[in-house]
C-alpha cells in the first residue's frame, strides 16, 4: 500500500496528463483513499476469477503482475482525485506496455478489457456503499471521473496491443524475409514454417526489389509483398513479378503516383508511394532462388549510382548485358586496358573517335555506309580510320576471339564513360565550391 499512501502527498505524483477538469473536495479525496485503497485485494481477486487468462497456474507471475498493475491504476486514480489538474500520462503508458505485452503473448484484447471493467465495477461498488459517507452528487462525479479514467486505461491498452500486432507482424515478415534471401538458401523445412507463421502463400517465382536509401514504414504495397525496412538499403520481395498486372503495379510503387486499394487489390499502408527514389528490381527467379536476385539487383543499383545505368526504378531484366559485362568489374577493367592497348597512343580526342569507329563497325559487319550514318560522318572518314585503326591492332581485327574481346573491351569503355564524366564533374565542382563563398569587392558607388 507504499503507492497509495505517497500519492497523498502531491508532491509525489507520477503523472502528467489531465482525464478530466472536475474538482473534488479534500473530504471526498480523503474517502476515495481510503476506500479504493481497500477496494484493491477485492479487485485483484475479481479480475482472477473472472477472466481465465489472468488463472493460469502455469503462469504465477501473471498474479503479480495484476497485482501491480491495479495497484498502479488506483494510486493514479486517488492522485486524480486529489488533483485533477493532473493527469495520466504516466499510467496510460504503462496500460500501452500490457496491451503490448499481452499481444506478443498471444491474448485477446477482450481479456484486458474485462479485467478494467471488473478492476472499475468492484470500484465502484465500495464507493456507493451507505458507510462512505459520499452524497448523491458527488458520487455521480467521481462515477463520472472513473467512466473517464477507464476509458483512457482502455485507449491505451488497445493502442499497445495494435502497436505490438503490427510490429510482429513486420517481425514476422522480415525473418521470412531472410530466410528466403540467405546464401546459402535457408532449409525449406524453415521456410514452410515461417511462412505459415506469416501468414504467407510460398509462390514459384519471386523477384526482389532493392532501395537506394533507408524509407519509412507506411508505403504502399501490393499484396503479399514481403518488405524490410530496417537496413540502409531496405529491400522488398514480391511474390509472382510476371503475374498480371503485377509489373505495373511495382511501378507505381517505385514513381510518384500515389496507389489506390482498387489498383493494388487491398493493401493500403499510410497513403504514399515511394515517390521516385532509387530502385532496383531485380530479375524473376524460382523462389530458392531469390538470393541471387537480390545480388543482381544490389549490382543494378551500384551501376546506376555510379551513372552506368540511367538513373530511377532500374529493372535488370532490361540491362542484362550490362550487368553481365560488368559482373566483375575489376576483371573487366584488365580486359578493358589489355584488348584496348593500342589506342594508348593516341591523343585522348583521337583516342575517342577511333573507339567509337570500331565499335560500330565490329557491331554493324564492317559496313563502312552504316557506321558513318551511326557515328554522323562521312563513308570516306570511315574507311581511313578504320585504315588507321588496321595498323594499331593488326592481326586481332582477323580473329574471332579476338574481335569478340575488343568489342566487349569497347563495350565495358563506352559504359564506363559516364561515370567518369560524373567523377570528373563532382571533382571540378568541389574545386570551384570555395570560390562561391569568395565575395566580390563592392563597387564604388556612382555617387560617392
Not at 540467405?182 to 509462390?203: F, K, N, Y
Amino acid at each position: 500500500m507504499r503507492e497509495l499512501a505517497e500519492v497523498s502527498r502531491p508532491e509525489a505524483l507520477p503523472i502528467s496528463g489531465p482525464i478530466s477538469g472536475l474538482a473534488f473536495t479534500a473530504e471526498t479525496a480523503a474517502v476515495v483513499r481510503a476506500r479504493l485503497g481497500g477496494a484493491i485485494p477485492e479487485m485483484i481477486e475479481a479480475i482472477a476469477s473472472g477472466v481465465p487468462d489472468y488463472a493460469s497456474p502455469a503462469r504465477p507471475d501473471y498474479r503479480q503482475r495484476l497485482a501491480d498493475a491495479v495497484t498502479g491504476a488506483v494510486a493514479c486514480f486517488i492522485a486524480h482525485v486529489a488533483r485533477p489538474d493532473q493527469s495520466t500520462q504516466a499510467i496510460t503508458a504503462e496500460f500501452r506496455v500490457i496491451g503490448g505485452t499481452a499481444a506478443r503473448e498471444g491474448r485477446t484484447l477482450d481479456a484486458l478489457q474485462d479485467a478494467l471493467r471488473l478492476g472499475a465495477r468492484v470500484a465502484w461498488r465500495w464507493l456507493c456503499e451507505a458507510d462512505a459517507g459520499l452524497d448523491r452528487r458527488e458520487l455521480s462525479r467521481i462515477g463520472e471521473a472513473i467512466f473517464a479514467y477507464l476509458d483512457e486505461l482502455a485507449a491505451a491498452c488497445a493502442q499497445g496491443y495494435a502497436e505490438a500486432r503490427v510490429q510482429a507482424e513486420g517481425d514476422r515478415q522480415r525473418r521470412l524475409l531472410a530466410a528466403l534471401v540467405s546464401d546459402p538458401p535457408s532449409r525449406a523445412e524453415l521456410v514452410a514454417s515461417l511462412a505459415r507463421a506469416a501468414g504467407w502463400v510460398l509462390p514459384d517465382q519471386v523477384a526482389v526489389v532493392v532501395l537506394g536509401q533507408r524509407q519509412q514504414d507506411g508505403f504502399l504495397l501490393p499484396p503479399g509483398v514481403l518488405a524490410d525496412w530496417t537496413g540502409p538499403e531496405p529491400c522488398l520481395l514480391v511474390p509472382d513479378p510476371d503475374g498480371p498486372g503485377r509489373q505495373a503495379a511495382i511501378d507505381r510503387v517505385l514513381t510518384d503516383r500515389v496507389l489506390t486499394d482498387r489498383v493494388l487489390g487491398g493493401r493500403a499502408l499510410g497513403g504514399r508511394a515511394l515517390g521516385g527514389r532509387a530502385a532496383a528490381i531485380g530479375p524473376s527467379v524460382p523462389l530458392a532462388r531469390a538470393a541471387m536476385s537480390l545480388r543482381w539487383a544490389r549490382h543494378a543499383l551500384r551501376l546506376a549510382r555510379a551513372g552506368v545505368i540511367p538513373a530511377g526504378p532500374v529493372r535488370c531484366d532490361q540491362h542484362l548485358s550490362t550487368l553481365l559485362i560488368l559482373a566483375d568489374e575489376d576483371l573487366a577493367a584488365v580486359l578493358r586496358g589489355r584488348r584496348l592497348a593500342p589506342l594508348a597512343r593516341l591523343r585522348p580526342a583521337q583516342r575517342d573517335r577511333m573507339a567509337e569507329t570500331l565499335l560500330a563497325w565490329l557491331q554493324l559487319g564492317e559496313n563502312a555506309a552504316e557506321v558513318a550514318q551511326r557515328i554522323h560522318v562521312h563513308p570516306q572518314t570511315v574507311r581511313y580510320r578504320m585504315r588507321q585503326i588496321q595498323e594499331l591492332f593488326g592481326d586481332q581485327l582477323r580473329d574471332p576471339d579476338r574481335r569478340f574481346e575488343l568489342q566487349l573491351a569497347l563495350r565495358i569503355r563506352t559504359l564506363a564513360a559516364p561515370a567518369s564524366h560524373a567523377k570528373a564533374a563532382s571533382a571540378s565542382h568541389a574545386k570551384a565550391a570555395p570560390a562561391s563563398h569568395t565575395k566580390t569587392p563592392a563597387r564604388p558607388s556612382s555617387a560617392s
